[in-house]
């Protein structure tokens, strides 16, 4: 028997749109309960380490209409226009209520919010909170949640799967990890909101909690995953730990130099280099505030070219921040001065700081439509984990945290009505779902002594295969040689998991082994998308198909759940009033 | 500094575990990890997790100084385990334990709802007696109104400074450092109009008066939040201001 408890709608996830969804839920019905279950406490979620800002209209010289356009060539036109119309539109009331809630934004003069440019926006329109905008919002977020007595939390609960009966999903099965116990919560309407996957890379931006787990769940009962192969790398981070260097660095006026001390980024079609003490520069969608998909595929020309410096971490690229004086960095980008010298080992006041590409964010996720709604009746899902369809091929900077507001929001609201007009349950089919997968738990791991495979081992093998074969730069045979590789780490995981740890009381080794399990489903979906897409677009760049294909690829790809692998469908890309374009930066056109 | 010359080439690190299944008290136990100069403690406990002992157990998340989770007695300091660095313990042994203090669950994981608890008890939200429409856009907030509490809102809940704080350790009802920064922190936002209903918390006997000022949060606190500069502002405030808690709504500096 396992425990049952039961709400009307429960979260999974308590980052920045966890949290939203949550207090939109229950501003939307105040009659409602909610629960929001999370593995960590919320404030340690992964929107902490944001740092650059959020991208929201505000001021008068700016218009939705280009936050509009920036969206969609940034996104290479993958983006659904709809839903980055419906996006544009919401952003700045979502950002004001975040101000209203205590958001301690950077400040003008006349009291006004501050906005900084960023990577493709052809206006300064990101705000931002010094460069700890995430942290802020977080603190900002769980702060505020806390005062409403609807939402019930479970901190540390992992949520293993989702009950889905008669074609509804009607709650999960989680572990509470303290007492190790598993547990089955009803509800009337789920919501994931679990974040990226970005360790399934070896080097990246993503803490240690960002397995995928959600869209794994979500993938496994049935809902498709969405443009899997679309993944960011972020153009600065450190080599080594993979610590990121906010692009606010170069928005705020920084440049990036190869080894012959040049502003390479203007020999890849990027723009001009101005002087660093122009008064154009940062030139906005220009050189180092280009795009982070194009700045990335620079650096690995440049690699080709021998143009990188070299040392035992690696090869690497200067981010030169010097000429901005220590003032404007202390004022501005206080926490890049404070990681470089922790983590880089240089004060940037004084010398470069070393960057090179590293994984940073997923374009792909829980196929949702324009409600955050999902194909399954009854789930939905907000946050980096979804895909919406706002960032398409390549997310500009600075969206990612608008959305997870905008989009949280959406789902917190769809939720609740959702809940209210489905009040019955299939109670005693849970109740059996649950107890199999408690049982599953046991076998697999907990009662599973014969295990053989080693759950570091396993994960550092599935890591360096994606790096190999799903990198900035692909092509067929690297990505044949994944997928078979994948296959290979699936079934050796399949033969058994040898684990040290068979004890109940929060075992972080058992809850690894579950999140290995989600990262081998979510990385096939990736390596079989990309392998399937045969052009490059955005972040998604073959060397065998070097061109965009809007005649057969202007689709989301829609990888399925089957236990032979994933399945690729596809469906067209939402145009409502811009066609597909050449997709330039740094030139008039 | 330790030269190339003179670096060893493993460390070892002595670390308590405690299994609330079978264990009375947390014993020690020692292992021997690999010496590189840019690993910080918790690359060395990642590293006896995969490869040596699966079962040791600990929080952490972001590996950048941001999330909170990762707060160990090092050495008996309380630190952020993803910023200390082996070269710091040279030659070693180094001694990892649960942060100071609080109940331990298990190896070098505490409990920390006391904590989360104290929070939430201080209302960290604004609070007004009117809202704007959201039409008429944000709160103007002047960059001066927001260096009034910007330090205090910098706290990223790791719990370093309860650790530290000799009265926590004996009084398990103080407030303590970071929620009584909080309330200071919202108790000085211009958007905020809430002092009055975080008053009776903060000047209770749990509250700032407890607080001995010895310091110790401040010293070991990660992100300079400097919680006692915290409650130092906020005993100035209560002695000259105490007569406006009777007022429905305190007022802010504009
Ligand atoms: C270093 C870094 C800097 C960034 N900077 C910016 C920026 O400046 N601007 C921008 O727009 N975007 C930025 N991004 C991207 C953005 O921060 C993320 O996309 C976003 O914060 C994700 O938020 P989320 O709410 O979807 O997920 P998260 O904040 O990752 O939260 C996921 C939640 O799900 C829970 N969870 C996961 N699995 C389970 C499970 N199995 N059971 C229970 N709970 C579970 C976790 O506990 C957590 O609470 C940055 C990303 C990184 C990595
Ligand atoms: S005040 Fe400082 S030491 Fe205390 S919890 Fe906050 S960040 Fe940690
Ligand atoms: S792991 Fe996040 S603060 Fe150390």
Request: charged share 25%; glycine share 8%.
């Amino acid at each position: 028997m396992v425990d049952t408890l039961e709400h009307d709608i429960l979260i999974v996830g308590g980052g920045g749109a966890g949290l939203r969804a949550a207090i939109a839920a229950a501003e939307e019905s105040p009659d409602i309960d909610i629960a929001m279950v999370s593995k960590v406490y919320p404030m340690r979620s992964h929107t902490v380490s944001a740092e650059g800002g959020a991208a929201a209209v505000i001021k008068s010289n700016d218009s939705l209409e280009d936050h509009f356009r920036d969206t969609i060539s940034g996104s290479d036109w993958l983006a659904d226009q709809d839903v980055v119309e419906a996006f544009v539109r919401e952003a700045p009331d979502e950002m004001v209520q975040i101000e209203r809630w205590g958001c301690p934004w950077s400040r003008e003069s006349d009291g006004s919010v501050a906005v900084r440019p960023f990577g493709g926006m052809s206006i300064e329109r990101t705000w931002f909170a010094a460069d700890k905008t995430g942290f802020h919002m977080l603190h900002t977020l769980f702060q505020t949640s806390l005062k409403y007595t609807a939402i019930k939390r479970y901190d540390e609960w992992f949520v293993t799967r989702l009950l889905v009966e008669n074609g509804r999903c009607q709650g999960v099965v989680a572990i509470e990890l303290l007492s190790g116990q598993v547990r089955a919560i009803r509800a009337r309407a789920v919501i994931v909101c679990t974040g990226g996957g970005g360790r399934i890379f070896q080097f990246t931006t993503n803490a240690a909690i960002k397995t995928g787990d959600g869209m794994g769940m979500a993938y496994m009962a049935g809902v498709p995953l969405k443009d899997m192969e679309f993944v960011q790398y972020h153009p600065t981070g450190l080599p080594g730990t993979g610590i990121l260097i906010t692009e606010a660095a170069r928005g705020e006026g920084g440049v990036l130099l190869n080894n012959k001390g040049e502003r390479y980024l203007q020999a890849h079609d990027l723009g001009e280099a101005l002087d660093v003490n122009d008064e154009r520069h940062p030139q906005l969608r220009a050189m180092e505030l280009g795009p982070r998909d194009r700045l990335s595929q620079a650096f690995m020309k440049e690699e080709q070219k021998g143009n990188v410096f070299r040392d035992s971490e690696g090869s690497y690229v200067h981010l030169d921040v010097q000429h901005l004086g220590e003032k404007k960095i202390e004022a501005k980008i206080p926490f890049v001065r404070e990681l470089a010298k922790n983590y880089g080992g240089v004060d940037p006041v004084y010398e470069p700081i070393k960057v090179r590409p590293v994984v940073h964010y997923m374009m792909g996720g829980i196929d949702t439509d324009i409600d955050a709604a999902t194909k399954l009746p009854g789930l939905y899902a907000a946050g980096e984990c979804a895909c919406v369809s706002l960032n398409g091929a390549n997310r500009l900077g600075s969206n990612s945290l608008t959305e997870l507001l905008v989009f949280g929001a959406r789902a917190g609201r769809n939720a609740s009505i959702w809940a209210r007009e489905h009040p019955e349950f299939d109670s005693a089919a849970l109740e059996q779902q649950a107890s199999a997968e408690q049982e599953r738990i046991a076998d697999q791991y907990i009662n599973n002594h014969d295990g053989k495979e080693r759950i570091a081992t396993l994960r550092t093998e599935l890591q360096e295969t994606m790096e190999q074969g799903c990198g900035i730069y692909r092509d067929e045979v690297s990505m044949k040689a994944t997928t078979e590789k994948l296959a290979e780490i699936k079934a050796r995981f399949r033969s058994g998991i040898q684990l040290d740890d068979h004890s109940l009381s929060f075992n972080t080794e058992l809850t690894s082994a579950l999140e290995l399990e989600f990262m081998i489903e979510i990385a096939e979906a990736v390596a079989h998308s990309a392998l399937e897409r045969k052009e490059s677009r955005g972040s998604h760049q073959r060397t065998d198909y070097v061109e965009r294909d809007d005649e057969a690829y202007l689709k989301h790809s829609l990888a399925v759940h089957s236990e032979g692998g994933p399945q690729i469908n596809y469906r067209d890309v939402a145009i409502t009033k811009w066609p597909p374009e050449a997709r330039v930066y740094g030139r008039d056109h | 500094m330790t030269t190339a010359a003179t670096m060893p080439e493993t460390i070892m690190i002595d670390v308590a575990r405690y299994h609330p299944e079978h264990d009375e008290e947390p014993q020690y136990e020692r292992f021997e990890v690999p010496y590189r100069s840019d690993w910080v403690v918790l690359d060395a406990l990642n590293h006896i997790k995969d490869q040596d002992d699966g079962s040791l157990t600990y929080r952490w998340s972001c590996r950048m100084g941001v999330c909170g989770s990762c707060g160990m007695m090092v050495n008996g300091v309380p630190v952020l385990t993803c910023a200390a660095f082996l070269r710091d313990y040279l030659p070693g042994p180094v001694r990892v334990e649960p942060l100071a203090g609080f109940p331990v669950e298990r190896d070098l994981v505490v409990d920390l709802k006391d904590f989360i608890g104290k929070l939430s008890a201080v209302k960290p939200w604004i609070i007004r007696e009117e809202e704007t429409p959201l039409s008429e856009g944000e709160y103007k907030q002047s960059p001066g109104q927001l260096a009034d509490f910007k330090q205090f809102s910098m706290c990223i809940n790791c719990m370093l400074c309860y650790s530290a704080c000799p009265v926590y350790q004996h009084e398990e009802e103080f407030v303590g450092p970071a929620a009584l920064a909080l309330a200071q922190r919202y108790n000085a936002d211009s958007r905020d109009e809430g002092n009055a209903e975080r008053y009776p918390l903060i000047w209770s006997d749990d509250g700032i008066w407890d607080c001995t000022f010895v310091g110790e949060c401040s010293e070991v606190c990660p992100k300079h939040v400097d919680p006692a500069g915290a409650i130092q502002s906020a005993k100035l405030e209560s002695t000259v201001g105490w007569y406006t808690s009777f007022l429905p709504l305190g007022r802010k500096r504009d």
